[in-house]
T-cell receptor, first 112, second 114 residues
Framework: KNQVEQSPQSLIILEGKNCTLQ??????????LRWYKQDTGRGPVSLTI?????NTKSNGRYTATLDADTKQSSLHITASQLSDSASYIC???????????FGAGTTVTVRA | NAGVTQTPKFQVLKTGQSMTLQCAQD?????MYWYRQDPGMGLRLIYY???????DKGEVPNGYNVSRLNKREFSLRLESAAPSQTSVYFC?????????????FGEGSRLTVL
């Protein structure tokens, strides 16, 4: 069964600090990996999408990395802001399969 | 840009009641989806519609029905609500059903079944 595991489940950081979220997956054959940001009470919004050949992808202060050999991805948030407080969801798709495998998310709380 | 619009945003039902969640997208997307989100779990696919006129079961379809009314609208119906259906429901759409189709989500509909 295709699975996506995220860690930590939650974290608290001070404004201005950096943090890194982890995503491990067993989805095979791999097609792409996406990171979504979900603000409280809102729908998920796409941050990045990475294919097999991409190791790193940035979107402003968000940088995602992918190691397809070890089936791991990370999302790094640089110089965190209060608006970064949200749940971050890792989503993996398999090749030739429309179905997406969703992680449970990491809840990030940024404090002033 | 409205994107994906869901109604209602909140609903409380009694066990056995029925209701329909409405979803509309204005991006001319072919594919539409209904997910549910429960605490501590990833989003789970209930039903999807790859294109107008087609619908298929997802991971957790029991207790639900869907209708792809036209290209824009995709509704989710609970015929006899159960407490286990208490959840947040998200409608999403994408240009195509394929593995690379980027998903655009609505704001969610929070349903409580008493």
């Amino acid at each position: 069964k295709n699975q996506v595991e995220q860690s930590p489940q939650s974290l608290i950081i001070l404004e201005g600090k950096n943090c890194t979220l982890q995503c491990n997956y067993t989805v095979s054959p791999f097609s792409n990996l996406r990171w979504y940001k979900q603000d409280t009470g809102r729908g998920p919004v796409s941050l990045t999408i990475m294919t097999f050949s991409e190791n790193t992808k940035s979107n402003g202060r968000y940088t995602a990395t992918l190691d397809a050999d070890t089936k791991q991805s990370s999302l790094h948030i640089t110089a965190s802001q209060l608006s970064d407080s949200a749940s971050y969801i890792c989503v993996v798709s398999a090749r030739n399969d429309y179905k997406l495998s969703f992680g449970a998310g990491t809840t990030v709380t940024v404090r002033a | 840009n409205a994107g994906v619009t869901q109604t209602p945003k909140f609903q409380v039902l009694k066990t056995g009641q029925s209701m329909t969640l409405q979803c509309a997208q204005d991006m001319n997307h072919n594919s539409m989806y209904w997910y549910r989100q429960d605490p501590g779990m990833g989003l789970r696919l209930i039903y999807y519609s790859a294109s107008e006129g087609t619908t298929d079961k997802g991971e957790v379809p029991n207790g639900y029905n869907v209708s792809r009314l036209n290209k824009r609208e995709f509704s989710l119906r609970l015929e006899s609500a159960a407490p286990s259906q208490t959840s947040v429901y998200f409608c999403a759409s994408s240009w195509n059903r394929g593995e690379n189709g980027e998903l655009f989500f609505g704001e969610g509909s929070r349903l409580t079944v008493l």
